[in-house]
T-cell receptor, first 116, second 113 residues
Framework: ETGVTQTPRHLVMGMTNKKSLKCEQH?????MYWYKQSAKKPLELMFV???????ENNSVPSRFSPECPNSSHLFLHLHTLQPEDSALYLC???????????????FGPGTRLTVL | KNQVEQSPQSLIILEGKNCTLQ??????????LRWYKQDTGRGPVSLTI?????NTKSNGRYTATLDADTKQSSLHITASQLSDSASYIC????????????FGAGTILRVKS
């Protein structure tokens, strides 16, 4: 276990549904991330939260809406998704402000999302 | 443009054999390079990290090398086991604080008995 948990592990939703992905880190980190992983493609960084403030949004469509209520929890709210949004969504956390060799991102197991 | 290219895309080897995975990068300014292992249905887990001044790092049967001049890294797996079957992802940290991660697409390794 990496200390980062994600729920649900699998999710199937229709294009008109609203759902949320949850991530929780038990490592005392101060930064959290959402990534999208599609088959045979590099991980795509979606959002970065540092000290509970969103510091990066990589041109993600508005149908994805992140929320970071505190430093341990991160949500990704989903609304009117498209079939091409089907992918593995990974959450990660890290400790900002430490020497580079210790600034490792720890990943959760991911949520496998299928949009019908 | 910051990029990380990995080869081969996929690889099948017999249990007990060795293999080497390649990573070429064009990332500037370079901060560090990590190899991650991602088992099916799980998130990536870090295997090794190397900074600019390091050219080899071992973690059990995994040995990573880094040539900062040619901007190449390799991950050598010795005496492969069935549990080595996974995707291996090369990740290069860029930027002054190393907080910009550039991911490769990964090499899918399958170890057969």
């Amino acid at each position: 276990e990496t200390g980062v948990t994600q729920t649900p592990r699998h999710l199937v939703m229709g294009m008109t549904n609203k759902k949320s992905l949850k991530c929780e880190q038990h490592l005392g980190h101060n930064a959290m991330y959402w990534y999208k992983q599609s088959a045979k493609k590099p991980l795509e960084l979606m959002f970065v939260y540092s000290l509970e403030e969103r510091v990066e949004n990589n041109s993600v469509p508005s149908r994805f809406s992140p929320e970071c209520p505190n430093s341990s929890h991160l949500f990704l709210h989903l609304h009117t998704l498209q079939p091409e949004d089907s992918a593995l969504y990974l959450c990660a956390s890290s400790q900002e402000g430490v020497p580079l060799q210790y600034n490792e991102q720890f990943f959760g197991p991911g949520t496998r999302l299928t949009v019908l | 443009k910051n990029q990380v290219e990995q080869s081969p895309q996929s690889l099948i080897i017999l249990e007990g054999k060795n293999c080497t995975l390649q990573c070429n990068y064009t990332v500037s300014p370079f901060s560090n390079l990590r190899w991650y292992k991602q088992d099916t249905g799980r998130g990536p887990v870090s295997l090794t990290i190397m900074t600019f001044s390091e050219n080899t790092k071992s973690n059990g049967r995994y040995t990573a090398t880094l040539d900062a001049d040619t901007k190449q890294s390799s991950l050598h797996i010795t005496a492969s086991q069935l549990s080595d079957s996974a995707s291996y992802i090369c990740v290069v940290s860029a930027g002054e604080y190393g907080n910009k991660l550039v991911f490769g697409a990964g090499t899918i390794l399958r170890v057969k008995s």
